[in-house]
């Protein structure tokens, strides 16, 4: 016999009952972006490989161990499935002139790719939604970008998630501490770990994010970039905090926090849940205002976040806030040829005036189709059959309460719908 075929390894089917919650989470987020004046993009899930190397760094784990790239057979271009959104999105400003009549709130929503080691919360096929703030300088959007993050947990009902906040500076501040944190590492070597020794010489800042114990140990005594930051960074560090307390954001000033991005410039920050193991940052994000110049376009301020839904959606379900799954108004069921044709044209004008309405499918007697609209959840089950269609009429029977099944005249069944909904429903 012929083995079945499974899905990829990391990359997981999402079944009917979970894609209900995700459209939910679509649909709040899809509002919560709009009532904040940010506006939809979508950008393709193939980009040029270098436009990656180029804004997330030759020296992250991303582009070192984590994408999927190949070279395009046709064209011999190296190709890249997108690992995150932010460089996506900058390109298409920069390739459309997004900017040229002022800065823009974008958002986005869809699947990314990394070649990692499948645990919970971190798959091969994730899906974030982030928003960008494209020309905007000042720390008010930083703050901004925060605050929204927080209303939406509120909404969703997603208590426990901590805020941590940091800032990194500019480049110049940030390559002076840089010199420093080697020399300090250096001094330590024996003591760090085959990933920070890595990391050393490529991407240093990333040993601040180490768990090992052990490395934590060393980086106690390392230099503290806070001490590097110039009057500016620290304003603009002063006025993001100044808003997020006026706002009642409760936060914790993490001076290990960078992330791992190479794009990124004074304000970063993320999101942490305790709930998920390991995998705890629910949402990352921070000003990068050299991302524009990086690839090739007017230099131009820019901040942003991402947030992973996977991560999110367990925090929702996890919370007891998950919808129910929406039930059908109606269950049309028919007993004959005649009754079908009746049923069939029933169910379609009661879809057109707006109420959710399954129509039975594949014969049966009408007690067994009875047993189908009780187990489809259905408020109401219509019934077309012999005596109904004899005296032109519907059977409308109530299937969540206690209530008599009446009869209604076929030509006022749709007009009448909505009060027998009601009444069903009550």
Excluded at 30 to 35: G, I, L, P, S, T
Excluded at 130 to 143: I, K, N, R, S
Aim: proline fraction near 6%.
């Amino acid at each position: 016999m012929t083995p079945a075929l499974q899905a990829v390894r990391g990359m997981n089917d999402v079944l009917p009952d979970e894609a209900e919650l995700w459209l939910h989470l679509e649909r709040v987020v899809a509002d919560w972006f709009a009532r904040w004046g940010y506006r939809p993009i979508r950008t393709p899930l193939v980009e040029p490989t270098a436009l990656f190397r180029r804004a997330i760094g030759e020296a992250t784990d991303i582009v070192e161990k984590e994408m999927y790239s190949w070279r395009d057979a046709l064209s011999d271009e190296a190709l890249t499935l997108r690992p995150e959104g932010t460089a996506s999105c900058v390109r298409a400003a920069i390739e459309h002139s997004l900017l040229h009549d002022g800065p823009k709130r974008l958002w986005y929503c869809g699947p990314m790719y990394r070649h990692e080691r499948p645990q919970k919360g971190r798959y091969r096929q994730f899906h974030q939604f982030g928003a960008e703030a494209l020309g905007y300088p000042g720390p008010d959007v930083d703050a901004e970008l925060i605050v929204m993050c927080d209303r939406l947990w509120q909404e969703l009902g997603v208590a426990g998630l901590r805020l941590e906040l940091n800032t990194i500076g500019s480049p110049e501040e940030r390559a002076r501490y840089r010199a420093d944190l080697v020399r300090y590492l250096e001094a330590n070597l024996e003591r760090l770990d085959a990933d920070a020794r890595r990391r050393l010489y490529t991407n240093p800042l990333r040993v601040l994010d180490s768990k090992n114990p052990r490395v934590r140990e060393v980086l106690a005594g390392a230099p503290v970039l806070a001490d590097y930051l110039g009057a500016d960074s620290r304003a603009h560090f002063d006025g993001v905090r100044s808003l997020l307390d006026a706002a009642g954001v409760a936060y914790v000033v993490n001076p290990r926090l960078v992330r791992g991005l190479d794009y990124y410039n004074l304000t970063v920050f993320e999101w942490v849940s305790d709930a998920l193991g390991a995998q705890g940052t629910v949402c990352g994000g921070g000003r990068y205002d050299g991302l524009f110049a990086q690839l090739g376009g007017r230099p131009a301020p820019g901040a942003g976040f991402a947030v992973g839904c996977e991560r999110l959606i367990a925090l929702v379900r996890d919370a007891g806030r998950a919808p129910p799954p929406p039930r059908p108004d109606a269950y049309v069921l028919q007993q004959s040829a005649d009754g079908f044709a009746q049923a069939f044209l029933l169910a379609d004008e009661l879809r057109a005036a707006g109420f959710r309405v399954v129509q039975h499918a594949g014969g049966g007697s009408l007690k067994s189709q009875m047993k189908k609209a009780d187990a489809s959840g259905a408020w109401l089950a219509l019934i077309v059959g012999e005596e109904e269609l004899a005296r032109g009429e519907v059977s409308v029977k109530p299937l969540r309460r206690n209530a008599p099944q009446v009869r209604v005249p076929r030509a006022e069944t749709v007009r009448r719908f909505a009060q027998l909904l009601q009444e069903a429903k009550s």
